[in-house]
């Protein structure tokens, strides 16, 4: 099976830096990934981490160490629409994607 | 190119009433996923299809809860009959099993029982 806990909620500052840590323990893994998902609507993908590292991709970037079963995201300069829950998920190697209970991220001004 | 359809966007039943929820992923996407999110929580997955066959259904209510992928593309979900706790949205995403590719949502069905 699969166990991925993150925090509950955060609050940062507009123009600021939020880290949003995931662990995961999980049988088979098959990459780690972050999505975005805005209240009453649906997730879509931020980033994905298979091998060991950091992956940047404009004002986000995402982290992982598998030996560890950690993973990051980190938002860069924090804008208001950045406001949302962020969802940590772990995909297996029959490709089973479970998820995290998310992080909610208030921003403000 | 389109993305995952789903309907209806939103439905209200009352208890032991059933209710399907359709989805059409992908064109050329294999794995089929269905999604229950509670107001408040993360995504929970109830079953997994790669083209018309069942992956991992662990936590399916099977008592009530059924879904079926004919032909390898389209997929229902159904509940018969529903409870109050099955309130939710109901998220259906496919993928292509391989590499980095994601996976991508519908916009969901919200159930509402009462």
């Known amino acids: 099976g699969q166990n991925i806990d993150q925090p509950t909620e955060m609050t940062a500052t507009e123009g600021a830096i939020v880290q949003i840590n995931c662990t995961y323990q999980?049988?088979?893994?098959?990459?780690l990934f972050w999505y975005q998902q805005h209240a009453g609507e649906a997730p879509t993908f931020l980033s994905y981490?298979?091998?060991?590292g950091l992956e940047e991709k404009g004002r986000f970037s995402s982290f992982l160490s598998r030996s560890k079963g950690y993973s990051y995201l980190l938002l860069k300069e924090l804008q208001m629409k950045d406001s949302a829950s962020y969802l940590c998920?772990?995909?297996?190697?029959?490709?089973?994607?479970?998820f995290g209970a998310g992080t909610t991220v208030t921003v403000r001004a | 190119e389109a993305g995952v359809a789903q309907s209806p966007r939103y439905k209200i039943i009352e208890k032991r009433q059933s209710v399907a929820f359709w989805c059409n992923p992908i064109?050329?996407?294999?794995?089929l996923y269905w999604y229950q999110q509670i107001l408040g929580q993360g995504p929970k997955l109830l079953i997994q299809?790669?083209?018309?066959?069942?992956?991992?259904d662990s936590q399916l209510p099977k008592d009530r809860f059924s879904a079926e992928r004919l032909k390898g593309v389209d997929s229902t979900l159904k509940i018969q009959p529903a409870k109050l706790e099955d309130s939710a949205v109901y998220l259906c995403?496919?993928?292509?099993?391989?590499?980095?590719?994601?996976?991508?949502f519908g916009q969901g069905t919200r159930l509402t029982v009462v």
């Open positions: 299809f790669q083209n018309n066959g069942v992956v991992d």
């Open positions: 995403a496919s993928s292509i099993p391989t590499g980095n590719t994601e996976a991508f």
């Open positions: 981490n298979v091998l060991d």
């Open positions: 998920a772990c995909r297996s190697n029959d490709y089973k994607l479970s």
């Open positions: 064109s050329g996407h294999a794995t």
């Open positions: 999980t049988s088979g893994f098959n990459g």
